[in-house]
């Protein structure tokens, strides 16, 4: 493994995902600011902006699992980048930009598909990852399979219903995800 002052191929790829994943946080959290600033809430918005969080910070997690590819090529890092730049895409589709805007309900029903389709996106790119990484028949890409078509079934059906019982497996999966990581 060469170095460039002292610096590894890893340890200086490994920065630009974590400015990534941090970028996602920042705008998280700044959201949820301006939110308790305003005292304007969806439950929608701040449903999937929770589960937007806990996802980040699984994902940032158990990217240490994807050290072993990113350093072979740069399509393999590309490839890595994908999911931090589609979770930093739905952040911002949730929470609308300019202050005369701040309607929540109305920023994420005219982002719905823009939101699921991209979080389609980031489930497939994790998918790929995940068989360039592990056994292709590993039980979490069954489950990235299943969240992938329904991120795509939800840009297309607007229902609330089906969106909270979509959330709601989201959480229980991602809560099954973090007690079996340790995290």
């Known amino acids: 493994m060469s170095e460039l002052n002292g610096f590894t191929k890893i340890e200086f790829l490994v920065i630009v995902l974590s400015i990534a994943y941090g970028f996602c946080i ?15 809430m969806y439950w929608e918005t701040m449903l999937w902006s929770a589960i ?15 050290i072993q590819i990113i350093e072979r ?14 979770l930093f895409v739905m952040v911002s589709a949730l929470f609308p930009d300019h202050l005369d805007e701040w309607d929540l309900e ?14 389609a996106l980031v489930n497939g ?3 790929i990852l995940s068989n360039l990484i592990t056994n292709p028949t590993y039980i979490f890409n069954y489950s990235r399979s299943v969240w992938f078509v329904a991120c795509i079934l939800m840009a297309f059906i607007d ?11 989201l959480i229980i999966w991602y809560l099954y995800v973090i ?3 340790g995290i």
């Open 52 to 66: 937007l969080f806990i996802a980040i910070s699984v994902l940032w997690y158990n990217g240490w699992n994807n």
């Open 125 to 127: 790119s994790i998918l």
């Open 159 to 169: 229902s609330k219903i089906l969106r909270s019982v979509m959330a709601g497996g």
């Open 73 to 86: 090529s740069s399509g393999n890092f590309i490839a890595t980048l994908i999911p931090p730049i589609g």
């Open 26 to 40: 920042v705008e998280i959290l700044s959201n949820w600011a301006r939110i308790i600033r305003r005292g304007v």
């Open 106 to 119: 109305k920023a994420f029903k005219k982002n719905r598909k823009l939101f699921f389709l991209t979080y």
């Open 179 to 181: 007690i079996l990581s």
